[in-house]
C-alpha cells in the first residue's frame, strides 16, 4: 500500500515532459522586413483614422 501511494505521489510530483512540436525556426530576414512594413502600414491607416475623425495626434 505504501508503495503504491508513493508512485502515485511521485507521478505527480514529476510529470512527463510535455510533448513539443518540431522546434520553429526563428523568422528569416525577409519575414521579419515583411511583418515591419505591414506593422508602419497598420500604423499609418490608424494615423488616417485618427487624423479623419479630427483626434489630436502625439508627434
Same mark, same amino acid.
Not at 499609418?44 to 508627434?59: Q, S, T
Given at each position: 500500500?505504501?508503495?503504491?501511494?508513493?508512485?502515485?505521489?511521485?507521478?505527480?510530483? %514529476?510529470?512527463?515532459?510535455?510533448?513539443?512540436?518540431? !522546434?520553429?525556426? !526563428?523568422?528569416?530576414?525577409?519575414?521579419?522586413?515583411?511583418?515591419?512594413?505591414? %506593422?508602419?502600414?497598420?500604423r499609418?491607416?490608424?494615423?488616417?483614422?485618427?487624423?479623419?475623425?479630427?483626434?489630436?495626434?502625439?508627434?
Open positions: 500500500m505504501a508503495g503504491r501511494l508513493l508512485d502515485q505521489t511521485t507521478r505527480r510530483e %514529476h510529470p512527463p515532459p510535455p510533448l513539443r512540436p518540431d !522546434p520553429v525556426r !526563428p523568422p528569416a530576414r525577409e519575414d521579419m522586413i515583411r511583418m515591419a512594413i505591414a %506593422h508602419a502600414r497598420q499609418a491607416e490608424v494615423r488616417r483614422d485618427l487624423i479623419a475623425r479630427g483626434d489630436e495626434l502625439d508627434a
